[in-house]
T-cell receptor, first 116, second 117 residues
Framework: AQKITQTQPGMFVQEKEAVTLDCTYD???????LFWYKQPSSGEMIFLIY??????QNATEGRYSLNFQKARKSANLVISASQLGDSAMYFC?????????????FGKGTTLSVSS | DTGVSQNPRHKITKRGQNVTFRCDPI?????LYWYRQTLGQGPEFLTY????????KSRLLSDRFSAERPKGSFSTLEIQRTEQGDSAMYLC???????????????FGPGTRLTVL
């Protein structure tokens, strides 16, 4: 079974609108971390936001927020006020356990296209 | 530039040749990771170093692959006798570490894109 599932291969949004990118995860470990990365066409993975399994509040970083629903095992990324520069591939990733140095498990990604 | 750097950015080689990639992590980071990303997929973990010690290797890391981090700073990933299936983007990441940490964010370099003809 896939550990990280991103069901939207592609999403389209207009500038200044909000968009939600879906991510569901599967783990039996009570301690885990969830990450979102952005990958522009240049290839570099850019860290956006982190949510820990024990965090009581949803994470926010500027225009990015994470809609964390633990019971549903979902960690959707919300981008508010989309910009043309947001066009990229977006990956959801998970680290199981609370040990630093554990590998990240990535989903297949969602391509976001922002139009003017 | 204080981010993770990787060289070369692109490498084209013929099947059967050996290739070596280099990764320079963020200077104060003691953890270094290698991932491989094929077209249309997310990155897949290959191996991980804490300082100079290689602590974890994925089953994806066949005998033809070897990674080193001799002084706990930069790392090299070598692929011997390359095959067409090795064509991929090879990504390096580093993290600060410092004991148990549920965050320990991994920061990635720009990657090395390998094409095996």
């Amino acid at each position: 079974a896939q550990k990280i599932t991103q069901t939207q291969p592609g999403m389209f949004v207009q500038e200044k609108e909000a968009v939600t990118l879906d991510c569901t995860y599967d783990t039996s470990d009570p301690s885990y971390g969830l990450f979102w990365y952005k990958q522009p066409s240049s290839g570099e993975m850019i860290f956006l936001i982190y949510q820990g399994s024990y965090d009581q509040q949803n994470a926010t970083e500027g225009r990015y927020s994470l809609n964390f629903q633990k019971a549903r095992k979902s960690a959707n990324l919300v981008i508010s006020a989309s910009q043309l520069g947001d066009s990229a591939m977006y990956f959801c990733a998970m680290r199981e356990g609370n040990q630093a140095g554990t590998a990240l498990i990535f989903g297949k990604g969602t391509t976001l296209s922002v139009s003017s | 530039d204080t981010g993770v750097s990787q060289n070369p950015r692109h490498k084209i080689t013929k099947r059967g040749q050996n290739v070596t990639f280099r990764c320079d992590p963020i200077s104060e980071h003691n953890r270094l990771y290698w991932y491989r990303q094929t077209l249309g997929q997310g990155p897949e973990f290959l191996t991980y170093f804490q300082n100079e010690a290689q602590l974890e290797k994925s089953r994806l890391l066949s005998d033809r692959f070897s990674a080193e981090r001799p002084k706990g700073s930069f790392s090299t990933l070598e692929i011997q006798r390359t095959e067409q299936g090795d064509s991929a983007m090879y990504l390096c990441a580093s993290s600060l570490g410092g004991g148990l940490s549920s965050t320990d964010t991994q920061y990635f370099g720009p990657g090395t894109r390998l094409t095996v003809l």
